[in-house]
């Protein structure tokens, strides 16, 4: 693809803002570049419709492409992989032709489903003509195998050719003293719930959606995964994949346990130790004819290298695609701008560019600024940067995670997820201290932020990673109203054309948030420090495995 150069005519004010640019700035100066003015310039131009709301493959990733390659130039950033400032993440699009099928067999008759009302099916196949055939349905509890929590939902059971029923999230959600209590671990996310599901050998894995536990509403299911879908194109390493996977409602849910002659009793029975998987009786069929396009994405990386350790890299990122042009919600609006999620956090690495670039010494390791592709499709421009690094994993200090800035003003705390996992945790804590704020774990830990972030695909491979969240201790209006904006972004813009620029949005929270990122980035960038992963993480065996490359 070729990356054509478009023009703004705010470009320059974007770039330097009201007080930056300026030679000469040293230490605590690189925080007087931070400009609010800027930074939502940067947004409104992200989130804009003519960026047609930034999918992959579309006008909308070249012109943000091109934008971000001319900001990275106009602040004297370095390309990041080599001569350039992209990496390329070879992708597969697979569209739907024609909507999915679903019906339920039972002795109690047959019964058609309505797609996206009722379910949302998709596959990662790509054939043209995807389809199970009376498929024997198989209650999998929770569809997880954990040894260390000794759990174990597939014990004895063979579903090979079969399709999983499980449910969303991990026995913790229910029972707080099971797997880490209400801190969801990677068990519960949906992504896992499909992965163990191949590898057992099934056909086809179904969720069974609930608002609480999933921590969204059918609608994000729906517009995440109700068309197109892009995946890692695996051709040149094919592994099993499952035929069809998908979310049913709660409702559907409950008409397929009554054909069985079940009832909800059987999903509460799960979520206790010692439950046996449960043949339900019944059998599913399902149809998708798709078709697809092998393309070629791009992930965007500018450097600063380092003075003293150039081959020693502190990685900030944020991902720069959203969903594009979808379903009409009930305004007609088709395009999902994602605003807040994640022109905001796209925006933010300009700031953090410009505040290290403005400095007179550079600092003594090298800072990388990464911005990914296909966050929404499951991570996948992160994922492949992990698989494909174009910087040594093990001489990688730290990421440092942006997605979705607060914009309802200044907090007295700063959530972050992943407690307990790594010492940037504590390095958090140590900047927000100087600023007169204190940390505090995520609001919902339920929900698995940890594992939803582009963070994950660094802590998968060993590197203390950190996405830090705006707080909710509102500094004048308390905790109340701060978990109140957000549960209302939750409900009624999260994935939805709603997320767009608004003129009341206060993003003064928000900057204070980003510029302790700044400070924690400064204070690794300018030391021979190596955060470590906490005793019990999970992440932690892997980075140990590679202490010696980094002496």
Not at 60 to 76: M, N, P, Q
Not at 107 to 116: H, I, R
Not at 175 to 199: N, Q, V
Not at 393 to 422: H, M, R, W
Request: charged share 20%; hydrophobic share 35%; glycine share 8%.
């Amino acid at each position: 693809m070729t990356f054509h150069l478009f023009r703004y005519s705010f470009f320059s004010a974007l770039v330097c803002g009201a007080v930056a640019c300026h030679p000469g700035a040293t230490g605590d100066a690189g925080l007087a570049t931070f400009n609010k003015d800027s930074l939502v310039d940067a947004i409104k131009v992200l989130s804009s419709d003519s960026f047609q709301g930034r999918r992959p493959f579309t006008a909308g990733e070249t012109r943000t492409i091109d934008y971000l390659v001319k900001s990275y130039t106009a602040l004297g950033l370095e390309p990041g992989n080599g001569n350039s400032y992209t990496q390329d993440v070879p992708l597969v699009e697979i569209s739907p032709v024609g909507p999915p099928t679903l019906e339920l067999q039972s002795p109690k008759g047959n019964t058609a489903f309505q797609n996206l009302n009722d379910f949302v099916l998709w596959t990662e196949r790509p054939d043209s003509v995807i389809k199970v055939d009376a498929s024997d349905v198989v209650f999998a509890g929770f569809g997880v195998v954990a040894p260390e929590y000794n759990w174990n939902d597939y014990a004895g059971l063979d579903v090979k050719g079969k399709t999983v029923l499980v449910m969303v999230n991990d026995p913790g959600f229910y029972d707080s003293t099971l797997f880490k209590g209400h801190t969801m671990t990677y068990y519960g996310r949906w992504t896992y719930k499909y992965e163990e599901a191949a590898r057992q050998g099934a056909k086809a894995c179904l969720i069974i959606h609930n608002t609480a536990a999933a921590s969204y509403p059918f609608t994000v299911v729906q517009s995440s995964n109700g068309g197109v879908k892009l995946h890692l194109d695996t051709r040149s390493n094919p592994a099993y994949q499952l035929a069809v996977q998908g979310w049913i409602t709660s409702e559907t849910a409950k008409k397929l346990l009554t054909a069985a002659g079940k009832d909800s009793s059987l999903l509460v029975a799960a979520q206790h130790r010692g439950f046996k998987a449960v043949p339900l009786n019944v059998k599913v069929s399902a149809s998708l004819a798709v078709k697809e396009v092998y393309n070629m994405s791009h992930n965007m990386i500018a450097k600063i290298t380092g003075s003293k350790y150039p081959d020693e890299y502190v990685i900030y990122s944020a991902h720069w695609d959203h969903l594009g042009i979808g379903k009409p919600d009930a305004k007609g609006d088709s395009i999902y701008n994602g605003a807040a999620d994640n022109a905001s956090g796209t925006a933010a690495l300009l700031q953090i560019a410009r505040a290290f670039e403005s400095q007179s010494q550079k600092p003594e390791r090298t800072i990388v600024f990464l911005s990914v592709t296909a966050e929404e499709q499951g991570l996948l421009g992160s994922a492949w940067y992990g698989q494909h690094p174009v910087y040594p994993l093990a001489k990688t200090v730290a990421n440092l995670n942006i997605d979705v800035l607060n914009t309802y003003g200044p907090t007295k705390d700063i959530t972050y997820s992943g407690k307990g996992q790594s010492e940037l945790e504590d390095y958090l804590a140590d900047e927000a201290k100087k600023n007169g704020r204190y940390i505090a774990p995520e609001d919902h830990p339920e929900a698995g932020h940890y594992f939803r972030s582009d963070h994950f695909s660094f802590a998968r491979t060993g590197v203390p990673s950190l996405t830090a969240d705006g707080g909710v201790d509102d500094l004048t209006r308390g905790i109340a109203y701060g978990k109140q904006k957000h549960d209302e972004y939750t409900a009624n813009r999260y994935h939805q054309p709603a997320d767009q620029y608004d003129s009341t949005w206060d993003l003064t929270g928000g900057l204070q948030d980003v510029k302790l990122l700044y400070t924690i980035g400064e204070r690794l960038a300018n030391s021979h420090e190596w955060p470590q992963w906490k005793a019990g993480s999970e992440f932690k065996a892997i980075r140990d495995q590679t202490a010696g490359e980094r002496k």
